[in-house]
């Protein structure tokens, strides 16, 4: 009977320690920051873009580099976020069929047309002041991008699209969940996503994700858009804010410009790394 007995009591400890463990592994994850948090976000983006007019293709390969800070301005009694955004720096590479186009905000004067024609635009977003708004689930309430910087679709910061959007539950490492986004609420673009919990390590998570991408306007464009986006993300359980991540993008669309229509087929792939400061 003794026996019996503490073999009994060693399998009841085993299933506290196996209950443990998995309700260590479950969490609720969400956004849990404090108003004055700032994050130095460093994104890197190398893309290609083919695109064909008027029977003639042409081959673009792009890098960007963006440096921007994130600054929690609000909290409220929802916990949702107001979030202040700037571009801090931008250097931007483009090679067009053997032409070479460099811009960097830090040393903006050149003499080079082209180099002239990109920094007209992307320098405009320098040090301005972008606000957005989401809940602590990650979903965007309000974004006033396109009203600050002209052409806001022509460089992607962290707002747009790149946050994670938690589910509205606790959940288990190995399952999955289902979001649909609009990263800006007053288009429709839209990004279906399903995802996955990966692993929990400690103080970080492992997420993964893919999903589609849809929409009918770029840069003010009418276009029609459909595209995949796949990718990783590593977080910090405590506040949720991210500390790395990489995405694979594929996006095909077609634009009509002056009454003609322009295929384009773009491939993108997207760093990011994330400090407090």
Same mark, same amino acid.
């Given at each position: 009977?003794?026996?019996?007995?503490?073999?009994?009591?060693?399998?009841?400890?085993? &299933?506290? &320690?196996?209950? !443990?463990? @998995?309700?260590?592994? #479950?969490?609720? &994850?969400?956004?849990?920051?404090?108003?004055?948090?700032?994050?130095?976000?460093?994104?890197?983006?190398? =893309?290609?873009?083919?695109?064909?007019?008027?029977?003639?293709?042409?081959?673009?390969?792009?890098?960007?580099?963006?440096? =921007? #800070? *994130?600054?929690? +301005?609000?909290?409220?009694?929802?916990?949702?976020?107001?979030?202040?955004?700037?571009?801090?720096?931008? !250097?931007? $590479? $483009?090679?067009?069929? /053997?032409?070479?186009?460099?811009?960097?905000?830090?040393?903006?004067?050149?003499? %080079?047309?082209?180099?002239?024609?990109?920094?007209?635009?992307?320098?405009?977003?320098? #040090?301005?002041?972008?606000? +957005?708004?989401? %809940?602590?689930?990650?979903?965007?309430?309000?974004?006033?991008?396109?009203?600050?910087?002209?052409?806001?679709?022509?460089?992607?910061?962290?707002?747009?699209?790149?946050?994670?959007?938690?589910?509205?539950?606790?959940?288990?490492?190995?399952?999955?969940? !289902?979001?649909?986004?609009?990263?800006?609420?007053?288009?429709?673009? *839209?990004?279906?996503?399903?995802?996955? &919990?990966?692993?929990?390590?400690?103080?970080?998570?492992?997420?993964? @994700?893919?999903?589609?991408?849809?929409?009918?306007?770029?840069? /003010?464009?009418?276009?029609?858009?459909?595209?995949?986006?796949? /990718?990783?993300?590593?977080?910090?359980?405590?506040?949720?804010?991210?500390?790395?991540?990489?995405?694979?993008?594929?996006?095909?669309?077609?634009?009509?410009? $002056?009454?003609?229509?322009?295929?384009? !087929?773009?491939?993108?792939?997207?760093?990011?790394?994330?400090?407090?400061?």
């Amino acid at each position: 009977m003794k026996s019996q007995s503490k073999i009994f009591i060693i399998t009841f400890s085993m &299933l506290i &320690l196996a209950a !443990q463990s @998995f309700a260590a592994n #479950e969490k609720d &994850l969400s956004y849990k920051l404090q108003k004055g948090d700032k994050y130095n976000l460093n994104i890197t983006n190398r =893309q290609t873009i083919n695109m064909n007019m008027m029977g003639q293709s042409m081959n673009l390969i792009q890098n960007i580099s963006i440096n =921007q #800070e *994130v600054f929690v +301005a609000e909290k409220d009694d929802k916990n949702n976020y107001t979030l202040e955004m700037e571009y801090k720096r931008i !250097q931007f $590479q $483009q090679n067009a069929m /053997g032409m070479e186009v460099n811009w960097d905000s830090d040393h903006p004067d050149t003499t %080079d047309f082209m180099s002239k024609q990109i920094g007209a635009s992307l320098g405009k977003a320098i #040090e301005k002041t972008i606000t +957005a708004v989401i %809940d602590s689930r990650g979903n965007p309430i309000s974004i006033n991008k396109s009203e600050v910087i002209e052409q806001a679709n022509s460089i992607s910061g962290f707002e747009s699209g790149m946050m994670v959007v938690y589910a509205d539950k606790s959940v288990k490492e190995g399952e999955t969940w !289902q979001v649909t986004m609009k990263p800006d609420p007053n288009s429709d673009f *839209v990004i279906v996503s399903e995802y996955k &919990l990966d692993e929990i390590r400690g103080k970080t998570a492992n997420i993964s @994700f893919i999903g589609t991408i849809t929409g009918t306007q770029i840069m /003010g464009e009418t276009a029609d858009i459909k595209g995949t986006i796949t /990718g990783k993300t590593q977080i910090n359980v405590a506040t949720g804010w991210i500390i790395s991540a990489s995405i694979n993008q594929n996006m095909e669309m077609e634009m009509e410009q $002056q009454g003609v229509k322009v295929p384009m !087929q773009m491939s993108s792939f997207i760093e990011i790394t994330s400090s407090n400061n």
